[in-house]
């Protein structure tokens, strides 16, 4: 599975981005789908996830402002971020879990939050 990112870019705070995550290759075999971030010298922490039965899970850092959601077909993740805070700045990587087989990830794109 290829994952191919969108969306990143330069935010306020208080500001919203989405990013778009495209699966191709394998993407009938995925079946969770979702988003990570790091900040440089820091562990890449999960952000938020969804599965095939499209319920929804985010972390408590994002909560009430990230929002993931995956398309009919299932091979595109969306993460709509809303009222940005500085401390989201982050490279945001997308992953895919097949059902068989290693982890995917794409190539990451960079948030930044501004004040």
């Known amino acids: 599975v290829q994952l191919v990112e969108s969306g990143g870019g330069l935010a306020q705070v208080g500001g919203s981005l989405t990013l778009s995550c495209a699966a191709s290759g394998s993407i009938y075999g995925i079946d969770t789908m979702g988003w990570f971030r790091q900040i440089p010298g820091k562990s890449r922490d999960l952000v938020a996830w969804?599965?095939?039965?499209?319920?929804?899970v985010v972390t408590d850092s994002v909560k009430g402002r990230f929002t993931i959601s995956r398309d009919d077909v299932g091979d595109t993740v969306y993460l709509q971020m809303n009222d940005l805070k500085l401390e989201d700045t982050a490279v945001y990587y997308c992953?895919?879990?097949?059902?068989?087989?290693?982890?995917?990830w794409g190539q990451g794109t960079q948030v930044n939050v501004t004040s």
């Open positions: 969804i599965r095939t039965d499209r319920r929804p």
């Open positions: 992953y895919a879990d097949p059902n068989v087989g290693p982890r995917s």
